[in-house]
């Protein structure tokens, strides 16, 4: 084989090209283009190579930095990590706005891959602009920063290195089981460095993701263990989207008449009227699946990672012979809460499982009647909140009613932060897999836009994308509303303004506080506080200054004829709804834990830490 004379930024864009996956069967491209942002650090390099590029990648320019990596994240998460998009900054700043990012990509289990401009590695001219010096360290730069939120770090000093590390950055974007941000550091004159690249490394290449089957010993005590049990209930995680386990899940529950909660990242596993679906579960869980997870006598996992909200902080499970069953892809999420693990594809593993039980003549005693009578209560309840009127506005709740009857089942819907995904969790009614797109692992303020906007550019026509989001998420990030009109991708911004971080604030003063730096008021001169009237922002009017079309919405008449109208629109279109603060959902059988002050001047703050303390000797330890 011969040799390719290439910058090390050209021959990087041209080994992104060749990158495919396949599947079930089905072979895909791999890397679909790379979002950027140029500066010094990146623009004669990388910029130079994806200018004079002759290929498939196609070059999206980002608005924000974070921004551009939400989206890129989203899209993965929404094409179930089977396709990715790459994101090229300069150094300094621009490399260190990626950083939030990278850690939501990380903790969802997403694959992004991350190529942040660095400093000269040559050091001749330094220090440059933008470098951060460490008299301790020289090595050491902005890049350093990705390590920990990264799955797999790597820079590139010298141009022939690129070969190996980017052959370990698709062995980790690749893996079902350990994938997340990629970070690979590109030190500016690096970029641009010429070398004799052999041509096999810029061959077609395939990456096989293997459906992992479970070993045959640990099938089999998972098969006795859960015989020995009369009451389990199955908590669905994001790793039945992942796995398209969607399906193999209702026949295995059917099966044994076993009901199912679902976490943030499972929802919309199940359609929400089956009869077997009990809602959320966990902090933000409905009555139903909290009451039957308190009462189990076995909780079997499948694709989750019994986070703190899907446990209610190890609170929520009552029962003093109560066992889990973890079936997952990672053995690190396997043995969590001391699981029986059995690692494997979820589709796969519950498929054998179901075999294997059926064999056993397994069936559970869950009495049928009274899980009909549990979902029955609980879809009252959710009634009751989206027909919910309050003096003076708008409730949250009823906002959420009145767009998820609106929303057709192959919609998809966006959000990640505030109040809304403890509504969206507990009240919304998904009739279709992969319809409910929810970044709840790190919960990054921001992520709503840009993330629709990944959404988009994954399912295309079929279907429209809502962002979901609230006044306070939206001022931190929004400008890839930019980006959403220069590549004609439509979507739909429902923000929900309720003067602040009302999320926190409720959470606040549920501790005791009388309410202290969330909500959105002018300063006082009483007081010198935040305790003023609200501020008043008109949304509508900021996305009509990008380009996109805005509506305000006061009414449940002005919302329907404003939804109508967006769903017109060719452009993307924001309805700002002002709804009043305090008309979200609350807790029903369920615990989150804080960290309550011990010692106060407020009573109420020192009653609060008391009822925490209370929880927490209820709670499993580990």
């Known amino acids: 084989m011969g040799t390719i004379r290439l910058t090390m930024a050209q021959a990087l864009v041209k080994f992104l090209d060749n990158q495919y996956v396949l599947h079930d069967g089905v072979e895909r491209k791999f890397v679909k283009g790379v979002f950027g942002i140029f500066g010094h650090g990146n623009v004669t390099g990388m910029g130079e190579a994806?200018?004079?590029?002759i290929g498939e990648i196609t070059y999206l320019q980002g608005k924000n930095e974070q921004g551009m990596v939400h989206t890129a994240a989203a899209f993965a998460k929404q094409k179930n990590r089977l396709e990715i998009y790459g994101c090229t900054t300069s150094i300094g700043p621009g490399a260190l706005n990626m950083v939030a990012a990278a850690g939501t990509a990380t903790a969802n289990r997403i694959p992004v891959l991350l190529l942040p401009g660095d400093n000269f590695a040559s050091r001749q001219p330094d220090p440059v602009l933008q470098q951060i010096e460490n008299p301790m360290d020289y090595t050491i730069s902005a890049a350093d920063a990705f390590k920990p939120v990264s799955k797999y770090w790597d820079r590139v000093v010298r141009p022939e290195q690129l070969m190996t590390a980017m052959i370990h950055a698709m062995r980790v974007?690749?893996?079902p089981a350990?994938?997340?941000?990629?970070?690979?550091?590109?030190?500016?004159?690096?970029?641009?460095?010429?070398?004799?690249?052999?041509?096999?490394?810029?061959?077609?290449?395939?990456?096989y993701i293997e459906r992992q089957e479970p070993f045959k010993n640990a099938l089999q005590r998972a098969v006795e263990l859960i015989k020995t049990k009369k009451n389990p209930v199955i908590i669905a995680g994001g790793g039945v989207h992942y796995s398209n386990a969607q399906e193999q899940l209702q026949k295995f529950a059917h099966a044994f008449t076993i009901p199912v909660g679902e976490t943030q990242a499972g929802k919309s596993a199940l359609p929400w009227d089956d009869a077997l679906y009990m809602g959320s579960i966990g902090s933000t869980g409905s009555k139903a699946s909290n009451i039957l997870a308190r009462e189990a006598d076995l909780i079997i996992g499948v694709g989750t990672r019994f986070t703190d909200f899907t446990t209610s902080s190890k609170w929520a499970f009552g029962n003093p012979d109560v066992d889990f069953l973890s079936i997952n892809v990672s053995d690190y999420d396997a043995v969590k809460l001391d699981a029986t693990k059995l690692v494997g594809d979820a589709q796969v593993t519950l498929g054998q499982l179901q075999k294997a039980l059926e064999a056993e003549g397994y069936q559970s005693a869950h009495d049928s009647g009274r899980l009909k009578e549990l979902k029955a209560e609980w879809d009252a309840i959710v009634d009751d909140y989206y027909s919910q009127e309050v003096a003076g506005g708008l409730s949250q709740t009823r906002v959420i009613g009145e767009i998820n009857n609106f929303v057709q089942p192959e919609d998809v819907i966006v959000c990640a932060a505030g109040s809304m995904p403890g509504d969206l969790h507990r009240l919304w009614r998904s009739s279709k897999p992969k319809s409910y797109h929810m970044e709840y692992g790190f919960s990054c303020m921001g992520y709503e836009v840009a993330g629709a906007l990944g959404v988009k550019l994954a399912i295309g026509d079929e279907g429209e994308a809502y962002a979901f989001v609230g006044d306070g998420s939206y001022l931190m990030l929004h400008t890839e509303i930019v980006t959403s009109i220069q590549e004609n991708k439509k979507m739909t911004i429902l923000l929900l303004d309720n003067n602040g971080y009302?999320?926190?604030?409720?959470?606040?003063?549920g501790q005791g506080s009388e309410g202290f730096g969330n909500e959105f008021r002018y300063r006082s001169e009483q007081d010198n506080r935040l305790s003023g009237d609200y501020v008043q922002i008109d949304f509508a009017q900021n996305a009509r200054s990008l380009g996109a079309k805005g509506y305000?919405?006061?009414t449940i008449e002005e919302l329907h004829e404003a939804l109508a109208r967006a769903k017109e629109e060719t452009v993307t279109t924001l309805i700002d709804i002002k709804v009043l603060p305090g008309t979200?959902?609350?807790?029903?059988?369920?615990?989150w834990r804080?960290?309550?002050?011990?010692v106060s001047t407020s009573e109420k703050v020192s009653k609060a830490h008391e009822v925490m303390a209370v929880n927490v000797m209820q709670a499993r330890k580990y």
């Open 50 to 53: 994806l200018e004079n590029h």
């Open 173 to 175: 974007l690749t893996n």
């Open 178 to 207: 350990d994938t997340g941000a990629v970070t690979i550091a590109l030190p500016q004159d690096v970029q641009a460095e010429a070398y004799d690249y052999p041509e096999e490394f810029f061959a077609k290449r395939v990456h």
């Open 502 to 509: 009302q999320c926190i604030h409720n959470l606040q003063v």
């Open 552 to 554: 305000t919405v006061r």
């Open 584 to 591: 979200c959902t609350v807790g029903t059988e369920s615990w």
């Open 594 to 598: 804080l960290g309550v002050a011990e």
